[in-house]
Structure formats: structure tokens, C-alpha cells
């Protein structure tokens, strides 16, 4: 199935999701998706003393759905449900046989983060569809006029986890790519040397290493003129978000992990990237 053959798109009502349906209505005019949004009521607060028509409230959603959508302007699925917001999306995605999931992330850190957790990181640990999120920093569709991708990888070994996947969204995207990977102090890629002083690297060592990136890209995209490779030393998510900001791509390309028990993408490469790029982050969950 295309990448944006299906899309599914939760809102909640709230101005992250009119980015959501800015984007869905984006690539649905593209690529002739079919739509679907889907709002997931969660349970209402019912106690003894307090009785609750949930006719009424039913009545309520449809009528906040309805003039929430009456701007979007492509044909679509209207789907009410209720219970745990992200579990309902991974269950649809999965029901609907979607192909990719568009959803906004608010980028709450720290504490609230931690203890709250996200709607959005949920459904990226868990579904096996692509999802693509839109932080609050993320450009409005059609501004951006490149049309690469930037694919963040952690290591420089073959096979990179998930190629496959990887292969199929970039070939559906139909555009050129680049591989980046980013060094830290502790990286021993450059052996002892490197550890003990990183100015003794050598100009030959780096362009080599470039090479081996470049390889890589080229074993997932089968192109080489159009590959390329993006080498930086420090903090990784920082060097991914700069790099991003020199304006060159449409998208990030990157692999989740499913989530343990008290695992978070917190304080992660992946959660700052998601909720700070300038540019859609298409996800794929890797195990």
C-alpha cells in the first residue's frame, strides 16, 4: 500500500489539530488519499451525585466535529469513538487498514511530559503505520519548496533497522535523500585517538566516514547521484534540528521503538526532534 493512500486523522479540537487538517487536506489533494478523522471522546467524569446524558454529550461531539471540519475541503470520513484516545487511533489505523497516521504533538516537556505522558508518543511506540507528527514549530503545508529527506541514522552499520520500511516511504515520497549521522565525545567510531583528542581526526578520516554514510543512503535509495551525507559532532538531537533549519528538506524520516514499561521518549534524540522540528517527522516503529 502508498504511503498516503489511507489517512487517518485524530483531532481533538484544539488548534494543534487544525495543523493536522491543514496537512491532511495537503496531501490528500496531492496524492488522491482517502481521508478519514476521527475523534475519540475520552470517558466522560461520572459520579453518583451527578447523572450524565451521554445522548446529549454524544449530540454535542457531532455537532463540535461538524463545524470544526466544515473549513476542510476534500472528501472525508467523519468517525466518533470513545475510550483511551491512543489506543482507539492504533485500533483504527489498524481496522481502517490506514497507511499513514497525521497528528499533532503539543511538545510538552519535563515533568508534565513525564507524568502526563502524550497521545501522540503513544500511538508512535505502538502502531504499526506510519505516523507523521506535526510539532508546534512545524511549517504550514506547501511553504517549504525543496523536496529531500533528512534520515537520522545512530550508527554506521548495515542492515540500518527498519530499511525496508525506510526504502518503501522514500521511494512513495519520491524524493532525494540524506543520510545524517552525528558524533559525540564518547562515539568510538574513530577509535582511541578520536577519544583521547578529537582535533587529531584527520580531514581523510572524516571524508571516509562520509563515504560510508553515503553508502548506506545508496543501499536504501538505490540512487547515487541524488544521495547525500551530513557528518556533525554533538549533541544529536541539536545538530538534526540545525540541520533542518538550513531549509533543505520536506521531511524527517525516523525510527520509534516499542514502548516497556516505564519507557518514555523523554529527554531522547527522537522526543526533541519530534517536538521542536520546522518540518513534518514521519515515524516507523522498528520492532
Given amino acids: 500500500m502508498k504511503l498516503f493512500q489511507r489517512i487517518l486523522c485524530p483531532i481533538d479540537f484544539s488548534q494543534d489539530s487544525v495543523k493536522a487538517l491543514q496537512w491532511t487536506q495537503y496531501?490528500?489533494?496531492?496524492?488522491?488519499?482517502?481521508?478519514?478523522?476521527?475523534?475519540v471522546m475520552e470517558p466522560y467524569p461520572a459520579t453518583?451525585?451527578?447523572g450524565i446524558d451521554y445522548d446529549k454529550y454524544h449530540s454535542a461531539v457531532v455537532r463540535d466535529m461538524e463545524n470544526f471540519l466544515a473549513p476542510l475541503q476534500v472528501p472525508h470520513q467523519r468517525l466518533q469513538?470513545?475510550?483511551?484516545?491512543?489506543?482507539k487511533i492504533v485500533s483504527f489505523a489498524t481496522t481502517l487498514e490506514t497507511s499513514?497516521?497525521?497528528?499533532?504533538?503539543?511538545?510538552?516537556?519535563?515533568?508534565?511530559?513525564?507524568?502526563?505522558?502524550?497521545?501522540?508518543?503513544?500511538?508512535?511506540?505502538n502502531s504499526m503505520v506510519p505516523v507523521m507528527t506535526l510539532s508546534p514549530d512545524c511549517c504550514a503545508p506547501g511553504t517549504v519548496e525543496s523536496n529531500r529527506?533528512?534520515?537520522?541514522?545512530?550508527?554506521?552499520?548495515?542492515?540500518?533497522p527498519g530499511y525496508i520500511r525506510r526504502r518503501r516511504i522514500i521511494r512513495d515520497l519520491e524524493a532525494p535523500l540524506t543520510m545524517m549521522h552525528v558524533v559525540d565525545m564518547k562515539d568510538t567510531m574513530f577509535g582511541p585517538s578520536f577519544?583521547?583528542?578529537?582535533?587529531?581526526?584527520t580531514t581523510y578520516e572524516l571524508t571516509e566516514r562520509k563515504e560510508d554514510l553515503k553508502r548506506l543512503?545508496?543501499?536504501?535509495?538505490?540512487?547515487?547521484?541524488?544521495?547525500?551525507?551530513?557528518?556533525?559532532?554533538?549533541?544529536?538531537?541539536?545538530?538534526?534540528?540545525?540541520?533542518?533549519?538550513?531549509?533543505?528538506?520536506?521531511?524527517?524520516?525516523m525510527g520509534a521503538k516499542r514502548q516497556k514499561l516505564f519507557s518514555r521518549l523523554q529527554n531522547t534524540t527522537a522526543y526533541n526532534i519530534i517536538s521542536q522540528s520546522h518540518v513534518p517527522v514521519l515515524t516507523i516503529r522498528l520492532n
Fill in 27 to 39: 496531501l490528500a489533494r496531492k496524492y488522491q488519499a482517502e481521508v478519514s478523522i476521527l475523534h
Fill in 81 to 87: 469513538s470513545s475510550g483511551i484516545p491512543s489506543h
Fill in 217 to 253: 543512503a545508496v543501499q536504501i535509495e538505490r540512487e547515487h547521484e541524488s544521495t547525500e551525507a551530513v557528518l556533525q559532532f554533538g549533541d544529536a538531537s541539536s545538530e538534526i534540528l540545525k540541520e533542518v533549519e538550513t531549509e533543505k528538506y520536506s521531511y524527517i524520516l
Fill in 48 to 50: 453518583v451525585d451527578i
Fill in 149 to 160: 529527506i533528512l534520515v537520522p541514522i545512530s550508527k554506521l552499520t548495515w542492515p540500518i
Fill in 195 to 201: 577519544d583521547a583528542n578529537p582535533t587529531l581526526v
Fill in 100 to 125: 499513514l497516521i497525521v497528528m499533532s504533538t503539543r511538545g510538552l516537556r519535563g515533568a508534565a511530559h513525564k507524568f502526563i505522558g502524550s497521545t501522540t508518543e503513544s500511538v508512535i511506540r
